[in-house]
């Protein structure tokens, strides 16, 4: 079957088995450890780009900036939450 002959629902669904494949044959923790490990690095880099700092400094460093870039999401997501209610509401 030609890939442009799918339909949306037809693609979602293949997408969907090929999914639950890949979760079936391994522990997605493995799978996802390099992304995840490049997200974390991604704070240390940002907090001590030139490693100057003791590595237990850096780590608390790169603990808050990681606090700092969730609590943010959680902030603007807050305010798109009332946003959404406010517009609903014929603001």
Do not use: C, W
């Amino acid at each position: 079957m030609r890939r442009d002959s799918l339909t949306p629902a037809e693609r979602s669904l293949r997408g969907r088995m090929g999914a639950y494949v890949v979760h079936a044959r391994y522990d997605p923790r493995q799978i996802t450890a390099p992304a995840r490990e490049a997200f974390l690095k991604r704070f240390l880099n940002e907090v001590d780009p030139d490693r100057v700092l003791p590595e237990p400094e850096r780590l608390r460093r790169a603990a808050a900036a990681r606090k700092a870039y969730f609590t943010r999401l959680a902030f603007l997501a807050s305010r798109r939450r009332t946003e959404r209610r406010t517009r609903g509401r014929g603001r």
